[in-house]
Nanobody, 123 residues
Framework: QVQLVESGGGLVQAGGSLSLSCAAS????????MGWYRQGPGKQRELVAR???????DYADSVKGRFTISRDNAKNTVYLQMNSLKPEDTAVYYC?????????????????WGQGTQVTVSS
């Protein structure tokens, strides 16, 4: 089995910074794309940022220039540095990873999610 464990998040004032991390562990053969999604109150879950195994990144327009995604392949960990936070960034942030799991069919990749971590930005 595979687990994604997030850390970081919390409460910060507008303009402040927070850092999230997510470590994958378990029966991991390889990890393709890793990413962060968020779900604000009364909203659908949306992509924040994602990064491929070779470091290609993709960001939501709303966070470009403020958030930075990175990963450490040796540690199976993805990070999200969030700067210049705004109240509209308030949401539960979820880690996601596309993984080849050696306890399942290796010909297929599987989508795994973290449990979510709350980020609250006060005005």
């Amino acid at each position: 089995q595979v687990q994604l464990v997030e850390s970081g998040g919390g409460l910060v004032q507008a303009g402040g910074s927070l850092s999230l991390s997510c470590a994958a562990s378990g029966s991991i053969f390889s990890i393709n794309t890793m990413g962060w999604y968020r779900q604000g109150p009364g909203k659908q879950r949306e992509l924040v940022a994602r990064i491929t195994s070779v470091g290609t990144t993709d960001y939501a327009d709303s966070v470009k220039g403020r958030f930075t995604i990175s990963r450490d392949n040796a540690k199976n960990t993805v990070y999200l540095q969030m700067n210049s936070l705004k109240p509209e960034d308030t949401a539960v942030y979820y880690c996601n990873a596309d993984i080849r799991d050696y306890s399942r069919r290796l010909a297929t990749t599987y989508d795994y999610w973290g449990q979510g971590t709350q980020v609250t930005v006060s005005s």
